[in-house]
């Protein structure tokens, strides 16, 4: 049967349509006035003033690399994430160490983090599953005692906090993504947050080919608008006016999605409480995205196979990394996640789903387990 009710489906109109249209008009789609307003948007949303706009949370993930001057030596790191958490560290010529997930948010576990640190150890990577954020307080501690820099990817937690502090400003640096499924969605996009002036006027250039002035920068001089200088090896890492344009009106809109993916958790978690499955847990000192709705479930894979059948999408997020054939080299003991990786589903969770969609997914799910 084809599929009626996508797994994902960004949550765009008119508005955004609108804001590409300004671009067109003024015939500035790459890197120009548009990205930066974007920057100053979304950074007095989380509350920092050093937001650099980019293509991707991979690119920003990266950049956190460069910016933090880890070359090598051991990250501890989750298992259970996009590959990008883990193949940043790969592009920086360090090791992925991995440390078990806790099984009730699937955030990594700051008891195994603890065993994983040795001398080699440089840097923890901290991943706020579905927009949950890990317990960055025990994290914190560790960094510190250790003399370790916490990376925060926050590719699901635009809008997240943890008792108060907004996701991406309690490690050293945070990491976005402002992908279509996101819950600021723009197609592609990112963002790197880091600390100090001096680090974010270094991100800037990093992100632009290790230029020192933007073309916007240089359009806008009357002399010598040509001239730049590279001071350093630089990657074509930055966002662009297109996609910081609907990202504008998705900022706008931020708090609205969070609280219709809010209220949709709650109906499913209401309708499945007697069932087999069991969802993940929202602590009461943080806030969360609510990005992706994902239980544990008996006989998963025939769930899966029988919500395909009544045209229902859904997804596994996510296949645990070290179970690919690059990572098979840092393979460990790690039975949570791969408890998790053998049991979670994602059911659809986006603010477009009507009620009588999220109805038809409730009743497939507890037709099938006899309910």
Same mark, same amino acid.
């Given at each position: 049967?084809?599929? !009626?009710?996508? *797994? ?9 349509? !609108?804001?590409?249209?300004?671009? $067109? ?22 509350? &920092? ?14 950049? @956190? ?13 989750? &298992? ?17 160490? $991995?440390?078990?997930? !806790?099984? #009730? ?43 370790? @820099?916490?990376?925060? #990817? ?29 819950? /600021? ?39 010598? @608008?040509?001239?730049? #200088? ?15 344009? /609907? ?19 709650? *109906?499913?978690? !209401?309708?499945?409480? #007697? ?36 045209? /229902? ?59």
């Amino acid at each position: 049967m084809t599929t !009626q009710i996508p *797994v994902f489906k960004p949550a765009v109109g008119d508005e955004e349509w !609108q804001a590409l249209r300004e671009c $067109f008009e003024t015939g500035w789609i790459g890197l120009g006035p548009k990205t930066g307003e974007f920057e100053k948007a979304f950074g007095e949303y989380i509350g &920092s003033p050093y937001v650099v706009g980019l293509n991707s949370a991979t690119s920003a993930l990266d950049l @956190a690399f460069k910016i933090l001057n880890i070359e090598s030596g051991e990250v501890i790191t989750t &298992s259970l994430t996009f590959v990008s958490t883990n193949h940043a560290i790969l592009y920086n010529d360090c090791t992925p160490v $991995f440390a078990d997930v !806790q099984p #009730d948010t699937l955030t990594i576990d700051p008891d195994d983090v603890r065993r994983k640190i040795t001398p080699r150890t440089r840097a923890i990577m901290a991943v706020h599953y579905a927009g949950h954020p890990a317990e960055m307080d025990a994290l914190t501690t560790l960094a510190r005692e250790h003399n370790l @820099a916490l990376i925060e #990817d926050c590719a699901h937690a635009a809008g997240s906090q943890y008792r108060g502090q907004s996701a991406g400003l309690i490690g050293d640096v945070g990491c976005f993504s402002f992908h279509a499924v996101k819950n /600021i969605a723009m197609g592609e996009g990112g963002a790197l947050v880091v600390r100090t002036q001096e680090q974010y006027e270094r991100a800037m250039r990093l992100r632009w080919c290790g230029i020192n002035r933007s073309t916007w920068e240089r359009a806008k001089g009357r002399s010598y @608008a040509w001239q730049y #200088d590279v001071q350093e090896l630089g990657y074509k890492y930055h966002l662009s006016d297109l996609s910081a344009a /609907i990202g504008l009106v998705q900022l706008r809109k931020a708090e609205q999605h969070r609280l219709a993916r809010e209220r949709i958790w709650q *109906v499913y978690n !209401q309708a499945f409480a #007697d069932l087999p499955v069991v969802p993940l847990a929202v602590h009461d000192d943080v806030k969360t995205t609510y990005l992706f709705y994902v239980i544990r479930a008996e006989q998963r894979d025939n769930l899966m196979a029988a919500l395909a059948e009544q045209g /229902i999408g859904t997804s596994v997020h996510y296949y645990p990394n070290h179970l690919f054939e690059v990572y098979r080299p840092y393979t460990t003991s790690l039975p949570e996640t791969e408890r998790a990786g053998d049991s979670i589903i994602t059911l659809p969770c986006y603010p477009t789903l009507t009620d009588e969609q999220q109805a038809h997914i409730i009743a497939a799910v507890r037709t099938f387990y006899g309910k």
